[in-house]
């Protein structure tokens, strides 16, 4: 493989992942009683901590992501947000003090089905316990402990990452002052769950799965979790960005070929994701972690709507203090907007001071990672917001434009009845 | 924050004349829903000049946007749908300014911002108003509001009402108005009288009775 040279103009220069091994002598004790040791987590930070240790922000990763979210890695790669972390971005690291953990059950340094298990010298595969939303937001308080951080500025997310941040604020919302949930919601659906076991179906009707034995036997299920990856992509785009994106074009001929060849562009694109999905992640994981994801449901339970709304104000109870920036988009299908608008109904009724936006976009549940543009300048003015009012002072370098002007001018706002009153 | 700040006088007198009328209804240190808060200029006015605890409900991306960008607490909802979200009593006061007209159940909407709210700020354009009258009966055209750019076919589309059909409403369905003011031409009117022909906005606090 060829060395990609680091471009030196990266304002957060290339970023070192760091690990912290708990649970030594004891075990950690899983949600489902099943315990697990030792535990390592790996870790990314960008900026720095301020004295008092008040500016940590923890970002927290979907599905397939890992701990690298902003900067570049050895091989020169940007992180998954890197769009939102850096010097001047939404998450300011000139301002804030930013960590993403690798959740439990991962393959990117935090301990899951692929690590060694210390019972048998080899990697864990199905041995390796089910984990949940919970016990990665447990896993991460091991981290902030370690670093010293007892309370959070503001953790935010999206999609699974988005869950992780409600569970901090249903569960430890002394630990939090704000919370960003982005495209989730506060219980998986039955739809998320059949996705989610139709992506396991394939990895298990792989023959190379070997019931999740295959490391170091050279053959990897590699068919099954490119399968599964597709059907996710599938899941992340709309109808309309599909027609966007690719419409029925054909990749690299001119007309049909009344053959079974990959020929329209969709094709062509979910078979490359599934195929560079299987490079670098592990088929276990993919299990480990949609799991994960089946299992999450904060609402305990609740039939109705309704009562799902009731039982999240109560479990929302302890985070009134809390503010939240809740988002979601238009044409996200996987996590709808109505899961959104229950969170921030909850959250209403908690007491909570919840600032909410449905943004509209074509681009399903990647929006949140896509509407660059908007997202940027919706994180940006809400992270001014908190950091204004918890004290946390701006960066040192003023020749930035400052976020929000002393008055607006009435001249200059665009609203209807402006135009009547400057007349 | 560094930013120079205005004083309070200065930035009241920077607010759009009907905001004003609302903005003086509210005491220091208040707790405020703003129904249909737009841009945020009321808000943020009342947040960073009075100290009130201000929330918005908002329905277009672009007014969230501009409130989130002002550093306000707003939520994006239609306020058609109610307010059942919100505990009873949980504000101060409620307001809904220059909304009333584009609403389609003033009834249902007057009831959830007295329920949430212990008292409720209305302001709206005045079809009454003098001008409106000579339109119609001069030219035979519906008049627009003084305060309302939009043509009668536009949206959102608006329902025309007069101040005095207003206090009548609130008579017939148990509410009591409990402050009133109103603008002439832009300009507070000092002697409030025949303000059903004089003026072109008017603004009430209502409690329920």
Known sequence: MTEIQAPPTHPLGVVETQYYTFAVDEPFVLESGATLSPVTVAYETYGTLNEARSNAVLVCHALSGSAHAAGLDARGQPGWWDDCIGPGKAFDTDRFFVICCNVLGSCYGSTGPSSIDPATGKPYGLRFPVVTIGDMVRSQIAVLDHLGIEKLLCVAGGSMGGMQALEWAAHYPERIRAAIPLATTARSSPMLIAFSEVGRQAIYADPNWQAGDYYGNGKRPDAGLALARMIGHITYLSEESMHKKFGRRLQGRERFGYEFETEFQVESYLRYKGQVFTQRFDANSYLYITKALDYFDLTGNAEHPQDAIQSLAQVFAGARHVKFLVVSFTSDWLYPSYHSREIVSALTAAGADVTYLDIQSSWGHDAFLLEVETMTGLLRSFMDRIAQEEGIAPPADVSRPAQRPAAVPVESLPSRENALWAA | ?209
């Not at chain 2, 609302?22 to 129904?35: C, K, Q």
């Not at chain 2, 009130?52 to 329905?59: A, H, S």
């Not at chain 2, 302001?123 to 627009?144: A, D, H, K, M, V």
């Not at chain 2, 409403?169 to 002697?191: D, K, N, W």
């Open chain 2, 1 to 209: 924050m560094t930013l120079p700040e205005l004083s309070v006088a200065d930035a009241r007198a920077r607010l759009r004349p009907d905001l004003r009328l609302v903005a003086d209804f509210i005491p220091e240190g208040a707790s405020v829903l703003d129904l249909g808060c737009g841009d945020g200029e009321l808000l943020e006015f009342l947040v960073r000049y009075k100290g009130v605890k201000g929330r918005g409900i908002e329905l277009s991306e672009a007014g969230v946007l501009a409130c989130v960008r002002r550093g306000l607490s707003v939520r994006q909802g239609n306020l058609q749908e109610g307010l059942a979200d919100y505990p009873d009593h949980s504000f101060d006061f409620t307001i809904l300014s220059q909304t009333l007209p584009f609403l389609d159940d003033p009834e249902m909407i007057l009831g959830e911002m007295l329920r949430v709210g212990r008292r409720a700020v209305v302001s709206f354009p005045n079809w009454g108003y003098w001008r409106c009258r000579l339109e119609l009966l001069l030219t035979g055209r519906i008049p627009q509001a003084p305060d309302l750019p939009q043509s009668w076919h536009q949206k959102p589309r608006w329902q025309a009402f007069t101040i005095t059909d207003f206090a009548r409403f609130c008579r017939q369905t148990g509410i009591a108005i409990v402050g009133q003011a109103y603008l002439a031409g832009g300009r507070p009117m000092r002697v409030p009288k025949f303000t059903n022909l004089l003026s072109t906005t008017g603004a009430f606090v209502l409690a329920a009775e």
